[in-house]
């Protein structure tokens, strides 16, 4: 029996080999869009797996037009993009990808962290712009990331590789979770702290936690006036987990020294957006796991999982 899977998104040929002898592919072929919702809707009909992005908003209404729906395998770790109760309720198997982009994307937020402190891009957008006329004390002078303080809000796997990743500055590294991690703070040397503790003690704050109703907007006017003035904020997790309308307020009025952004609370923005507009944030297109090896096994671990559930095994990383 031949089944369909439905692709949201062009993914690497050799990723959909993997099912192409257990399953008719159908692919929205526009790079540059999310495919549609009306597009969605109607193709989910007839598929037995869909293969979706993080941007893909997979709901009930979507669950309700799927009857043959089977497996939803999320081209991301997170998926709150997926009503997983609905899910479960219907019986389809949801999957993710962890693991296979861990160390890339820990490899992206200690970029942009250090993008942030010695501001990068806007010393080579001034440069660009023919504004360098002479070498001065103070020009372009931004934060040290050595020996300073890292705290670290959700020590999964990504942020124990920015962990890492800080031990080799010789920094020091504070986390808040929701649970406390002995194995860690035993090999990493890093500390836990109350969520206003670590803001209050880090010069640099990196955001890597899940987004759940508990951590949307976790990081909000109150928080953000925890915060050190020569403090950076970086959010590699998820855009919700900052109210934008009070991290622009702070920037704006430099209660804070920088922000580095590859998030943002509604996706994508454009350049009016008002955090844009200041220059003391440095912000990317949502490219934590953008390596062309980490995206390549993400999308061939998702179709591994859509062949591993149509051929009757077990899926390789179920979150439901």
């Known amino acids: 029996m031949r089944w369909n899977t439905y692709v949201t998104r062009i993914v690497p ?7 192409r002898d257990v399953s008719r592919i159908a692919v929205w072929n526009f790079e540059e869009l999310s495919v549609s919702r009306e597009e969605l809707l109607a193709q989910v009909r007839s598929a037995d797996a869909l ?13 309700a037009r799927g009857k ?3 497996i939803v395998a999320n081209v991301a770790v997170g998926y709150d993009n997926i009503d997983t109760a609905e899910a479960r309720t219907r019986g389809v198997i949801v999957t993710n990808t962890p693991d296979v982009l861990t160390e890339t994307t820990a490899d992206l937020a200690f970029a942009l962290l250090l993008a942030t402190a010695r501001r990068i891009p ?5 440069l660009r712009e023919g504004k360098w006329k002479t070498w001065a004390p103070m020009l372009m002078a931004g934060q040290d990331v050595h020996s300073a303080t890292l705290g670290i809000v959700g ?4 942020g124990l590789g920015v962990a890492r990743r800080a031990r080799g500055f010789g920094m020091r590294v504070l986390y808040h979770n929701r649970n406390r991690n002995p194995e860690a703070e035993a ?3 890093v500390a836990y702290r109350s969520l206003d503790d670590l803001l209050r003690e880090s010069d640099f704050v990196v955001l890597l936690a899940p987004l759940t109703d508990d951590t949307r907007h976790l990081i909000g006017g109150r928080e953000l006036s925890l915060m ?3 403090a950076c904020l970086i959010n590699a997790g998820r855009g919700p987990l900052v109210d934008e309308t009070a991290l622009y307020e702070a920037l704006k009025a430099e209660r804070l020294f920088a922000a580095g952004l590859d998030v943002f609370e509604k996706e994508p923005v454009g350049p009016d957006h008002p955090l844009l507009t200041l220059p003391n944030v440095v912000a990317l ?18 179709a591994a999982n859509v062949r591993a559930v149509l051929t009757g095994e077990s899926p390789l990383t179920p979150v439901v």
């Open 155 to 158: 020590l999964g796997r990504i």
């Open 13 to 19: 040929a050799q990723s959909l080999d993997i099912l």
């Open 122 to 126: 806007q010393a080579s957008v001034y």
């Open 228 to 230: 050190k003035r020569t």
């Open 68 to 70: 043959n729906l089977k």
């Open 285 to 302: 297109p949502h490219i934590g796991s953008a390596s062309i090896h980490a995206r390549t096994a993400m999308a061939n671990l998702a």
């Open 51 to 63: 293969i979706t992005m993080l941007t893909d908003r997979i709901d009930a209404e979507v669950f």
């Open 187 to 189: 090999r990493l040397e």
